[in-house]
C-alpha cells in the first residue's frame, strides 16, 4: 500500500498463497516498474507537504516572536510613558507646594507689616532714663534670632503686652508666630501673661527676652 496523498492509503500490489524469494523479488520488480512514477511523486508529494508544514511551523514561530517582540517593546514605551507622566506629576506638586510656600510667606510678610504698623501705634511712651517721670523703670533687652539685641524702657506697671507690641513694631523683627522667652529662669511669657505687670511678670527692674520663632 501507499499513500496517495488524498483519502488515506492505494493499493497497487496484492498476492495470494506462498511465494519463493525468487518469486517475490520479481514481484516487487514489476512493481516498481509499473508504479515507480507514482511511487515518486507520492514521495515528493509528501516531502513538499512535509516542507510547507515546516515552512507554516516556521512562519508561526516567527509570527509569534514577532508579536511577542512588539507587546514586549509597547510595554517598554508605556512604562516609559508612565515614568513621564509620574515625573510631570512629581513636577506639577512640586510647583503647586512651591507656590503654596510663596502665598503663605507673602501673606505673611504682608501680616507681619500690617501688624507692625498697628502695633507702633500702641507703644507706650518710653519713660526717661533719669529725672522725672523715671521712678519705677524697667529696662527690656530683646534678642533676635539673628543675634541683634535691642533695648527699652517701661515702666514697671505696664503689661506685658506692651512689650509683645513694641517687639511687633520693630522693622528688624519678621517673625509672624513667636513667643518671648527668658532663659534664667526659664519661662515662656504667652497669651496667659499678657496681662500681667512687669512687676508681676518677674521682670522688673530689668529683664532679658529672646524671641523664640513658631513659624
Known sequence: QLGDGGSGMALIAAFEGFLSQGSLVEL?????????????AARAEQEERA?????????????????AEDQRREREREAEREQEREREREEAAARERLEAEAREREERELAVRSRRRERSESIPEEPPLEGEGSEGVVKIL?????????????????????????????????????????????????EGTLSQTLEEAGLSPQGSLFLQSED
Open 142 to 190: 530683646v534678642r533676635l534670632p539673628d543675634g541683634s539685641r535691642i533695648q527699652r524702657r517701661f515702666l514697671k506697671g505696664d503689661k506685658v503686652s506692651a512689650v509683645y507690641n513694641f517687639v511687633d513694631s520693630l522693622e528688624s523683627n519678621d517673625c509672624y508666630n513667636y513667643k518671648l522667652v527668658s532663659n534664667f529662669p526659664r519661662r515662656v511669657f504667652d
Open 28 to 40: 516487487l520488480e514489476r512493481v516498481l516498474e509499473s508504479h515507480g512514477p507514482m511511487l515518486v
Open 51 to 67: 516542507f510547507n508544514r515546516r515552512i507554516r511551523e516556521e512562519q508561526e514561530q516567527a509570527f509569534a516572536e514577532a508579536l
